[in-house]
């Protein structure tokens, strides 16, 4: 039976990646249908062609279809994606200015910006997926909705069983290093635990051989690696561990404010600007009428997007590398982490993927509900994460404080109690401090995107 595959999000700028891998593997995956589903009829039309176009140089018999209709959008689909952004881009730059005026880090993913971005974006993604079980009630869905881990964490806690979140970081990661150090990366095996946008790896193996080191002292590595370009070598080595790119906003903070504060811009500006300019630049060229330049131009502007990953933070530094040419990108992505889920089930045969899932007893110190993002073995009855036990200290401290965090925040969404979220991000390592926490929570119920009233 042919696979339908939905993403809620269907306009969001990375669909056109999504679209062009899961055309790579249609026929692996029986996928006969791709719905692109968003509620932003405009913005689904233009990154919608560009979309179609991608996929059909690949798969020209898998579906491509543009959605505005919910119902339609939900009813037969095996694999759901979720990726929304309540409030559109502006709310990021809204979101991290806050941040900033408090002297935090206000990333959409990490800290008080984490904290905004699941505030507003919970309680509709809670509802697309309470209208899923109604409608599709077998089907997976895989949550890309940042602050990813968090928000698995909250539909989970809500009874969500079918949710998994999902991150390309751990896997990209995976695949740079494989490159870097000369190994086939089909048997080059790297073990995460952790937190989403908090994880670190301890094991590597490749040809049966233990690699860790060899990989942690290569002082070429943060050159090559864009995922660990903003680290330096030394302190790799210090670490002992493989750092998820996003743990340099812990292990370098007062550079990274430093950086932003002189730059009187975040992250949240430039990605605003870039995508202002790509849905312009698409109306006059019309992707409906002239696909093959308006991917071109869609790859220009994503690239230069790529090219300016963490510069701000960072202090104008380029980690990540992006292509000479004009062309669809080799790797999979986030799309990859979804298909290599999808194969295990459907064929049964397992497979390595790292996921955002409940720790089941895998991380010692840890609730089994946890959701931690973790190795897993995937099979025809699900994820099953790896046996990681008794983490060091530095990191499980980190773990700990982060996911204390994380469970209050849910609470606080769920009762809408600004009591609460204040002391969530108290709780956070990156605040700590109650007037900080306190204005934080005051200045953000504030905003027009803001959902619904909290009490005191």
């Known amino acids: 039976m042919m696979k339908k595959w939905t993403i809620i999000g269907g ?129 997976w869905i895989f949550n890309f909705t940042n602050p990813s881990g968090l928000m698995t964490q909250a539909l989970r806690d809500m009874g969500y069983d079918r949710v998994i979140g999902i991150c390309d970081t751990p896997s990209s990661t995976k695949l740079r290093i494989a490159e870097a150090m000369g190994y086939d990366n089909s048997q080059f095996y790297l073990e995460f635990f952790g937190l989403n946008h908090l994880s670190w790896a301890r094991r590597a193996i490749y040809q049966e051989r233990d690699v860790l080191d060899d990989i942690l002292q290569n002082k070429e590595l943060t050159k090559k690696v864009g995922e660990l370009g903003m680290f330096d070598s030394e302190f790799l080595e210090l670490l002992g561990h493989i750092p998820n790119e996003y743990l340099y906003y812990y292990y370098y903070r007062d550079e990274a404010l430093s950086h932003i504060a002189q730059s009187n811009c975040t992250r949240g500006h430039l990605v605003e600007s870039n995508n202002l300019q790509l849905m312009e630049e698409l109306r006059q060229i019309d992707p409906e009428q002239n696909p093959e330049a308006a991917l071109k131009q869609y790859l220009s502007r994503m690239y230069r997007r790529e090219a300016a990953y963490m510069t701000v933070e960072t202090g104008g530094k380029q980690v990540m590398h992006v292509p000479d040419t004009l062309e669809m990108p080799s790797g999979e992505g986030y799309a990859g982490i979804a298909m290599d889920f999808a194969a295990a089930i459907e064929s049964g045969q397992p497979r390595d993927v790292i996921l955002s899932v409940p720790n089941q007893g895998s991380i010692s110190g840890l609730a089994d509900t946890d959701v931690v993002e973790i190795t897993c073995q995937v099979d025809r009855d699900g994820p099953h994460p790896v046996h990681i036990g008794k983490v060091a200290d530095e990191p499980f401290a980190l773990m700990i404080a982060v996911k204390t965090y994380e469970n209050l925040t849910v609470e606080a969404i769920r009762t809408r109690s600004k009591r609460i979220a204040v002391r969530a991000l108290l709780a956070h390592p990156l605040i700590g401090s109650y007037p900080i926490a306190k204005g934080l929570v005051e200045d953000f119920a504030k905003q027009g995107s803001f959902i619904g009233a909290w009490h005191e």
């Open 11 to 139: 306009g969001s700028v990375r669909a056109v990646f999504f679209a062009h891998s899961l055309a790579r593997r249609a026929k692996e995956l029986h996928v006969g249908t791709l719905c692109l589903y968003d509620t932003d009829a405009e913005k689904l039309r233009l990154i919608g062609a560009i979309a179609s176009y991608a996929a059909a140089q690949t798969a020209p018999d898998m579906r491509v279809v543009l959605e505005t209709d919910e119902e339609a959008a939900i009813c037969g689909t095996d694999y759901f994606v979720t990726t929304i952004r309540v409030g559109g881009d502006h709310t990021r730059v809204e979101d991290e200015d806050i941040a900033r005026k408090y002297g935090v880090l206000g990333q959409e993913t990490t800290g008080a910006g984490g904290f905004f971005m699941a505030a507003r974006s919970l309680p509709v993604l809670a509802e697309y997926c309470e209208k899923i079980r109604q409608k599709a009630p077998q089907a």
